[in-house]
């Protein structure tokens, strides 16, 4: 039984700054690729951050520079440190596992769990 329980969203005003936290179980959790992707109100899913299982990072123009993903395989998470927040952030963020066959950020995405919804406004 996969599980991707995302958390750390919340309401936070422009400029500022949220970690999301996601904690995997029920695959090999080494062996996949990890990925952040995101719904703001209105709009479809975007693919904003990935980590391969080799440490190889990929992200969304719309977030490079500002968005940092990572994990910790021996805990079997992956987080998103998330820095000068726009209002356009404003997103249910998911924690999803993803092939690494194909390229980086392409691969095919394989299960997510509850998002975790982040606000960003004044």
């Known amino acids: 039984d996969v599980q991707l329980q995302a958390s750390g969203g919340g309401l936070v005003q422009p400029g500022g700054s949220l970690r999301l936290s996601c904690v995997a179980s029920?695959?090999?959790?080494?062996?996949?690729?990890m990925s952040w992707l995101r719904q703001a109100p209105g709009k479809g899913l975007e693919r904003v951050a990935d980590?391969?299982?080799?440490?190889?990072?990929a992200y969304a123009d719309s977030v490079k520079g500002r968005f940092t993903i990572s994990r910790d395989n021996a805990k079997k998470m992956v987080f998103l440190q998330m820095n000068s927040l726009k209002p356009e952030d404003t997103a249910v963020y998911y924690c999803?596992?993803?092939?690494?066959?194909?390229?980086?950020?392409?691969?095919?995405?394989?299960?997510w769990g509850q998002g975790t919804q982040v606000t960003v406004s004044s």
């Open positions: 999803a596992s993803a092939d690494t066959i194909g390229a980086i950020a392409s691969s095919r995405v394989r299960d």
């Open positions: 980590i391969m299982n080799d440490d190889r990072t």
């Open positions: 029920g695959f090999r959790f080494s062996s996949f690729a």
